[in-house]
């Protein structure tokens, strides 16, 4: 439990904290994550990555909390640590700041398409497991990345960035 | 997969590009893909894109920090009264087992080993990747050890993550046919820091450098850094 725990936190905490948006309340979910696996660990069969089940324990916390607390808004040094401080993403471009004009047009996008991506990304999912932990086909996993990138592009656009693509 | 062992059309390999860069396709649809790439220049470049998202996603959920260590604590003490609660019926099967290995002397024992064994683990990879070199250039130990970089301060550098399916040889050949070094790591994410060149190059040739290690297939993800 312990290496359990200490290998998949983070990257639990982080996927939690992008629901909830407060890192107060990203963290009392992980515990109640965690504390459930210890409960139900004789009920893990091996069929997907321990993360992949992980994750889906930590979407369905949060989504459930998210339905309890509708009104919390974000305290201000969660909003901070969430919110990139940087400038947006016309500002950037002007600086030629490519990266920071495409990391402020991914916080843009709509949760749907921020989950997919940093699923894909960032969680390093196969199409099969983001299906599993998000609960859709694998076809409207592919089909859901495929705007999420569009959406990006355009939003690239918007502000000055001409991708090509689509 | 569902496409896996058929023809894909040019669409679906469009689709596939994110899940080529993170190396979790099947070997056929990465098969796939890479004949595509090598027959579509804009296909190549389009994967491109692909990896300038995956770079700016990991950076932005990067930044949003790590949990406090009161998360463990509240854990562990939900842990402790559920087991107190529990005692007297005894559990069945794993949950029993997993109960049982959860007293706090335990826990702190299972702590230290975990972290040893993790250490013991990077340190390992990173040895064999650099004594598998050959290099009289860089007879250390592990890159993980401040030590371990001497005679490699100085170059231009960048944080390379390989792909899950790379294996130590393929690295090793790899590096050595860029005259590139590990100087440090692995950092969370299964980032490397990497000498690609002796010399401090200019930001151009730089970027050069780093797009040949991103066109490798060995390579899901490279960025230069200091």
């Not at chain 1, 965690?34 to 069929?47: H, I, N, P, S, Y």
């Not at chain 1, 909003?79 to 400038?87: L, P, T």
């Not at chain 2, 854990?75 to 007297?88: G, N, V």
């Amino acid at each position: 439990m312990q290496v359990l725990f200490a290998r998949h936190q983070v990257r639990v905490y982080r996927f939690v904290l992008r629901f909830v948006g407060n890192q107060a309340v990203a963290e009392d979910l992980i515990s109640e994550v965690f504390l459930d696996v210890w409960r139900q660990a004789d009920r893990f069969e091996g069929r997907s990555a321990v993360s992949t089940w992980l994750l889906g324990i930590a979407r369905f916390k949060a989504l459930s909390s998210m339905r309890r607390k509708p009104d919390e808004e974000l305290d201000e040094e969660t909003a901070g640590a969430i919110e990139d401080s940087s400038d947006d993403p016309e500002v950037a471009v002007q600086k030629k700041d490519k990266g920071a004009a495409l990391r402020k047009c991914l916080q843009t996008l709509s949760p749907e398409h921020q989950e997919v991506i940093n699923l894909v990304y960032y969680h390093e999912k196969s199409v099969e497991e983001v299906a599993e932990i998000v609960g859709i086909p694998e076809a409207t996993v592919k089909t859901r990345m495929f705007y999420a990138r569009k959406r990006l592009s355009e939003l690239l656009k918007a502000a000055g960035i001409d991708r090509g693509w689509p | 997969m569902s496409k896996t062992n058929q023809t894909m059309s040019a669409d679906d390999i469009e689709a596939l590009l994110p899940w080529y860069a993170t190396g979790t396709l099947n070997r056929d649809e990465a098969d796939q893909v890479e004949a595509a790439l090598a027959a579509n220049p804009a296909l190549a470049r389009r994967l491109d894109l692909v990896r300038e998202e995956m770079t700016e996603a990991i950076l932005l959920n990067e930044a949003l920090g790590v949990p406090s260590a009161r998360v463990m604590e509240n854990l562990f003490k939900a842990i402790d009264k559920e087991r107190k609660i529990a005692r007297a019926p005894a559990r069945r099967g794993f949950g029993a087992w997993l109960a049982d290995l959860l007293t706090p002397r335990a826990v702190a024992l299972a702590a230290a080993a975990a972290v040893i064994i993790i250490m013991l683990q990077a340190g390992v990879i990173t040895t064999l990747v650099l004594q598998d070199r050959g290099d009289a250039g860089s007879s250390f130990e592990t890159a993980s050890v401040p030590a371990a970089t001497r005679g490699v301060e100085t170059g231009s550098f960048a944080l390379v993550r390989f792909t899950p399916q790379a294996n130590i040889a393929d690295i090793s050949r790899f590096l050595d046919s860029k005259d590139a070094v590990i100087v440090d790591g692995p950092h969370p994410g299964g980032m490397y820091r990497v000498r690609v060149a002796r010399t401090n190059v200019g930001k151009d040739e730089l970027e050069g450098l780093v797009r040949e290690f991103q066109s490798s297939n060995l390579v899901s993800m490279a960025v230069p850094t200091e």
